[in-house]
């Protein structure tokens, strides 16, 4: 099995103080390394208690950016995990649109239309709990990117400029195209308003959704490209609010086939379920998943190995150097447990 990362952890995941010393060869060094926090629990409790840990209000307009998960797809994380942590921020979950559809015979799971989007997400059991606002429902706008290698913008859901602080809660798991998803692409794709993915997922090729050209070679050729253009906009969101009241990144590692909510039919889960991460830093967040992933031994009921030969085939670690490089965050952190 090849290694995504050049550092392995200390025996004991559990262990206060593990660190992670990895860093590309052209990613710029940083002066501190970040802190990463661990709890077991995959409770709504626990999920209340990674918050608090980090030590930072959620304050104003808080939006609470998750997927809610595609019609057939049962791994999204589910209205009563996250329950305790919207109603103490007194959070609306924001979502937007997809740049594409389930499928001949599979409309009734579509999410690429408000009207549809919103029978999922009443099906999936969020709408009776929550406020949810499909931030695109009615426009988009043009945030600026630090990173213009690929992008001259980010293109997110207007209802974006409702919102003072974001909680990007993230589910770990595999992707079809990125090789993982985390907390990079929660912010990049998660955020982009149907525009927005297109122009994401075409390394800045295409800026309004064409669904004939989208999927082609000549607009989606260019995978590293792609994953840069996913940190570039990352970026573009996590300083939209930074400007303004401020955000933290929480990542669950539960239900972790290789396929993304946004799959309607998703491979086997084959990992057991591992605990919830929490970082002011995105980018250790995704490395240190990434890590925990890497170092997890092949069991009968555990079983890494697809999961990593996704993330290697699509070269999802590039995500995460490229996020480094442009100074969205660091790859090196200490990872805190919070349990007793």
């Given at each position: 099995m090849k290694k995504l990362a050049l550092f392995a952890f200390a025996a004991a995941l559990m262990l206060v103080?593990?660190?992670?010393?990895?860093?590309?060869?052209?990613?710029?060094p940083a002066e501190e390394e970040a802190v990463v926090y661990l709890t077991k629990d995959i409770s709504p409790e626990g999920l209340v208690a990674i918050y608090k840990a980090l030590g930072v209000e959620a304050e104003g307009r808080v939006a609470v950016k998750m997927s809610t998960g595609e019609g057939s797809n049962p791994n999204y994380l589910k209205p009563e995990l996250i329950k305790l942590l919207v109603e103490k921020v007194n959070g609306t979950i924001v979502e937007c649109n997809t740049a594409y559809s389930s499928g001949p015979g599979n409309e009734q799971d579509d999410r690429n239309n408000s009207a549809n989007h919103w029978k999922v997400i009443e099906r999936h059991g969020f709408t009776p709990l929550f406020k949810v606002d499909i931030m695109d429902e009615e426009g988009e706008m043009r945030i600026p990117?630090?990173?213009?290698?690929?992008?001259?913008y980010d293109i997110v859901g207007s209802h974006m400029a409702n919102y003072d602080f974001m909680i990007a809660l993230n589910h770990f798991k595999g992707h079809p195209m990125g090789g993982y998803g985390g907390a990079l692409?929660?912010?990049?794709?998660?955020?982009?308003s149907a525009n927005g993915k297109a122009y994401i997922h075409s390394s800045g090729k295409m800026e309004v959704l064409d669904m004939a050209k989208l999927w082609t070679p000549e607009y989606i050729g260019d995978q590293d490209g792609f994953l840069e253009s996913m940190a570039a906009a990352a970026q573009a969101v996590t300083d939209y609010f930074r400007a303004k009241k401020g955000i933290i990144y929480i990542s669950v590692m539960n239900n972790m086939s290789i396929d993304c909510d946004c799959v309607d039919h998703p491979a086997p889960v084959k990992l057991e379920d591992y605990g919830i991460l929490a970082s002011t830093d995105p980018v250790a967040l995704d490395q240190a998943c990434i890590d925990i992933i890497n170092n997890q031994q092949v069991t009968a009921t555990n079983d890494p190995t697809d999961l990593l030969s996704r993330i290697d085939k699509q070269h999802g670690i590039h995500t995460i150097e490229w996020a480094e490089k442009i100074g969205l965050g660091t790859r090196k952190y200490t990872l805190v447990s919070i349990d007793k």
């Open positions: 103080g593990c660190k992670n010393n990895n860093q590309t060869a052209e990613a710029q990117v630090q990173d213009t290698t690929h992008l001259k692409k929660n912010l990049s794709i998660g955020c982009g």
